[in-house]
Every structure is written in C-alpha cells, then in structure tokens.
C-alpha cells in the first residue's frame, strides 16, 4: 500500500482469545482520552464496513469451511480495507489508534498453528500492508486452557476459531511468544492470567517505557 503520512500513533492489542484484549483496551482508550488524546478503537478481522463483510465469513461458522490459505487470503482483504478506510486515515488526522488484532494474528494463526509457514504470510504482507507497521504491539498471554474456557463462557456465534481445539491453540500461543520475543523493541508480552489491574498497570508500564506515554 502507499506510504502513509502518520502523525498519529498505533498501538495494537494481540495474543490468545479470551486473554483479555477487550477489557485492557477500554482501560487503555479511557486514560489516553484522560490526558487529552484523540483515539479511535478498531478491530481485524473487520474495522470499516467492507473489512466487517469479510469477518462474517471467517469467525462465524465451522473450523474446515476454509483452509488456511483461504483464511489468509481473507484477512488480507479484509485488512488492506481496514488499513485503506480506518486506520490509515486516523493515522494522518493525528489520532491514536487501538487496534484489537493485527498482522501477527495471521502469522500466528494461518502460518504458525496453521502451518502455511511464515514465508508464505511474510510474502502476501508484503503486497498487501508493505513496511507500514504498528508503533508498539502488546500480546496477551494466556494458557490454551485458560484462553479456551474465557473464549467459549462468552458464547456467541463468532467461534469458528475457538472450535479448532486445544492443540491449534498451544501452536497459536508458542508463535505469539517467539514473535515477542524477537523484537523486544516494538512487543511487549503480558501476562493475562493476574488480576485486571495489574495487567493494566502492567501494560501502562510498557506504554511509558516505550513511547512514552505516562498514564
């Protein structure tokens, strides 16, 4: 994609489902308004209206309805409209933007437990998002057991991925982790299963260390 002229800041919320994404983001997005930021919230699968068309197709319905390179190829669309009507767009307004899920996901979940590889995710990235690439990127750690059992109390017909099953998930979680820990300057990995404060405290910590931002 063209390079995107950013004054705003991008901060990405990643991991395990039922890690407790959703709750630290609400914490996050209320205490950088606080102190006067302009941020918006989003999510991938999805964030604009074409990208939610294409989430519909991926979380709802059985795990075999697509292999993992009909997953990837769909995220990717759905992410090249995210990125081209959200994110890019608020990133040029000067806006902060959360965003629950990024590119890692697709590493993590159709190159690592889903075994296309992470060449083959590397390479579709490239055509698709180029060098562009989140300010900082938390990944929330949980055990399969502990993201399974969250993820499936919640209910709802968004769990096609959650039906792939303990073993899918204990790959997903391992890739998440190698991930993080490569690049330690734009990852920081936090542990899911404290209390809700302390991972906030937790994560507002890294946010100062590594932007920062003091909140």
């Known amino acids: 994609m063209s390079e ?11 991991g395990m489902d039922g890690a407790g ?12 308004k606080a102190i006067g930021k302009n941020v918006i919230v989003t999510r991938e699968p999805g964030g604009s209206a074409s990208a939610e068309e294409v989430r519909e197709l991926l979380v709802k319905g059985e795990p075999g309805k697509w292999d993992a390179m ?7 669309a759905s992410r090249r409209a995210h990125l081209r009507d959200t994110v890019f767009p ?35 990235h490239e055509m698709v998002v180029g060098d562009f690439q989140p300010d900082l990127s938390i990944i929330m750690d949980v055990s399969p057991e502990v ?6 109390k919640r209910g709802g017909a968004e769990d096609r991925f959650e039906k792939k099953g303990h073993e899918f998930h204990g790959k997903v979680r391992e890739g998440f982790q190698q991930i993080a820990a490569r690049d330690p300057q ?22 100062e260390e590594k932007l920062g931002i003091v909140l």
């Open 4 to 14: 995107v002229n950013q004054s705003g800041m991008m901060i990405v919320f990643d």
């Open 21 to 32: 994404k959703g709750t630290q983001i609400q914490q996050i997005y209320q205490r950088l």
């Open 70 to 76: 009909t997953e990837l190829l769909l995220m990717y």
């Open 90 to 124: 608020a990133l040029e307004k000067g806006q902060w933007v959360i965003c629950d899920r990024f590119a890692d996901a697709s590493r993590c979940y159709q190159g690592i437990a889903g075994e296309l590889g992470l060449e083959r995710v590397e390479c579709l």
């Open 147 to 152: 993201s399974l059992s969250r993820a499936l």
């Open 186 to 207: 734009h990852y920081v990995l936090i542990n899911g299963d404290q209390p809700v404060e302390q991972v906030t405290n937790d994560i507002c910590k890294a946010l």
